[in-house]
């Protein structure tokens, strides 16, 4: 029998994923993916210049979960001015395995928040030291939220420190952070964040590094979260030479992510790369094994993260009856 079609909106979803369990389901997608159990080919890319507009295209599937789907994004530069809608469109459309029916349409955007900052976590609780107290954020947009929420699962967090280029943003995530019963402000450098965090997430647009080899210190973690394409950096490369570096997937992160410009320049080449991510969550390789390591984990957002999450939004939006209904699409 066909199955419906449920159309979820950002409201309809916002609120319905709980950190704690996202956590574990992309654990378990990085675990499943280390074990060589899921498919996810390279994105792929739709240029429209008329527009100064891109779409990219993130299938993947998890055989052993029954779970597949694929993200959508556009980034078109336009919007806001001439559009009104945001730069920045997530849609991900989710397929059963069995039929190949589109089960579910949703916005990508708090799949997204949720899954980039469940990676995050993931990464923090294999590589960071068991006794960091201190998180620091650069970069206070979009993501910040998820991404201090998922760090204050994985370590008994004491206090936060956040920067970004605009103050009120920076003075938001602390008060945020405030909210949950810990010591948090805003600084005014970057530099303050770094010396004085046990781990840090950046999660800003650069293309340059904001992060200074020289402010760093033994044991510390670092999460580079905000590149996503050629030419993006967030931290000087001689961090990454003296680092334990872990990627997501080697391919997307020598193309897109933070090591993407000491790997294009020569800088920095796979023999630098410790391991990826998937393989640690799959037990092949051991996490962090020496307390004064500085860890650096290179995030660049993989098609099970999003597939994982969206399926479990989609399995609380049945449940609660969430969304639009459409009957037998194919009838
Ligand atoms: N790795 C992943 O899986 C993944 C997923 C989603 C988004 N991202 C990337 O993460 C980054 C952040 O995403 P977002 O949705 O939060 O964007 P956003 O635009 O909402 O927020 C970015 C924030 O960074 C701040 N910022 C910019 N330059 C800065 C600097 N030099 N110092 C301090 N703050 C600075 C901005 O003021 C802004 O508040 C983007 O580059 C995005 O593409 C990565």
Same mark, same amino acid.
């Given at each position: 029998?066909?199955?419906?079609?449920?159309?979820?909106?950002?409201?309809?979803?916002?609120g319905?994923?709980r950190m704690q369990?996202?956590l574990?389901?992309?654990?378990?997608?990085?675990?499943?993916?280390?074990?060589?159990?899921?498919?996810? &080919?390279?994105? #792929?890319?739709?240029?429209? &210049?008329?527009?100064?507009?891109?779409?990219?295209?993130?299938?993947?599937?998890?055989?052993?979960?029954?779970?597949?789907?694929? @993200?959508?994004?556009?980034?078109?530069?336009? $919007?806001?001015? =001439?559009?009104?809608?945001?730069?920045?469109?997530? #849609?991900?459309?989710?397929?059963?395995?069995?039929?190949?029916?589109?089960?579910?349409?949703?916005?990508?955007?708090? =799949?997204?928040?949720?899954?980039?900052g469940?990676?995050t976590g993931?990464?923090t609780?294999?590589?960071?030291? @068991?006794?960091s107290r201190v998180l620091g954020i650069?970069?206070a947009?979009? +993501?910040g939220p998820f991404q201090l929420e998922a760090v204050r699962h994985v370590l008994q967090l004491e206090k936060v420190l956040v $920067?970004?280029?605009? %103050?009120? @943003?920076a003075k938001n995530l602390a008060a945020l952070a405030r909210g949950f019963g810990l010591s948090a402000r805003a600084?005014?450098?970057? +530099?303050?964040?770094? *010396?004085?965090c046990?781990v840090?997430v /950046?999660?800003?647009?650069?293309?340059? &590094?904001?992060?200074?080899?020289?402010?760093?210190?033994?044991?510390?973690?670092?999460?580079? =979260?905000?590149?996503?394409?050629?030419? @993006?950096?967030?931290?000087?490369?001689?961090?990454?030479?003296?680092?334990?570096? =872990?990627?997501?997937?080697?391919?997307?992160?020598?193309?897109? !992510?933070?090591? $993407?410009? &000491?790997?294009? $320049? !020569?800088?920095?080449? *796979?023999?630098?790369?410790?391991?990826?991510?998937?393989?640690?969550?799959?037990?092949?390789?051991?996490?962090?094994?020496?307390?004064?390591?500085?860890?650096?984990?290179?995030?660049?957002?993989?098609?099970?993260?999003?597939?994982? #999450?969206?399926?479990? %939004?989609? *399995?609380?939006?049945?449940?609660?009856?969430?969304? /639009?209904?459409?009957?037998?699409?194919?009838?």
């Amino acid at each position: 029998m066909a199955r419906q079609l449920r159309l979820l909106s950002a409201s309809d979803l916002n609120g319905t994923l709980r950190m704690q369990d996202v956590l574990q389901h992309v654990e378990r997608a990085f675990g499943e993916r280390g074990l060589g159990r899921s498919e996810m &080919p390279a994105k #792929t890319y739709l240029h429209f &210049p008329q527009h100064d507009g891109v779409l990219l295209v993130m299938p993947g599937s998890l055989p052993q979960m029954e779970q597949a789907g694929v @993200k959508l994004i556009s980034v078109h530069t336009r $919007n806001p001015v =001439v559009h009104g809608l945001p730069t920045l469109l997530s #849609t991900i459309v989710l397929i059963s395995p069995d039929t190949g029916e589109p089960v579910c349409i949703m916005d990508g955007s708090y =799949v997204t928040g949720m899954r980039t900052g469940a990676a995050t976590g993931v990464a923090t609780k294999l590589l960071a030291r @068991k006794d960091s107290r201190v998180l620091g954020i650069i970069g206070a947009g979009f +993501e910040g939220p998820f991404q201090l929420e998922a760090v204050r699962h994985v370590l008994q967090l004491e206090k936060v420190l956040v $920067n970004d280029l605009i %103050a009120e @943003k920076a003075k938001n995530l602390a008060a945020l952070a405030r909210g949950f019963g810990l010591s948090a402000r805003a600084c005014e450098t970057a +530099e303050e964040v770094v *010396r004085s965090c046990d781990v840090l997430v /950046t999660a800003t647009p650069s293309d340059r &590094p904001i992060v200074k080899d020289e402010w760093m210190h033994e044991g510390m973690h670092l999460n580079c =979260v905000g590149s996503y394409a050629a030419g @993006k950096q967030e931290i000087e490369s001689a961090i990454l030479r003296r680092a334990m570096v =872990v990627v997501d997937d080697w391919e997307q992160a020598s193309h897109a !992510g933070e090591i $993407n410009v &000491p790997v294009s $320049n !020569g800088e920095f080449d *796979r023999s630098g790369v410790y391991a990826e991510l998937p393989e640690i969550a799959a037990g092949l390789k051991p996490g962090r094994m020496d307390d004064a390591a500085i860890t650096v984990f290179d995030t660049t957002g993989l098609a099970v993260q999003d597939v994982v #999450t969206a399926w479990a %939004a989609f *399995r609380v939006a049945e449940e609660r009856g969430l969304g /639009t209904v459409i009957d037998a699409l194919f009838r």
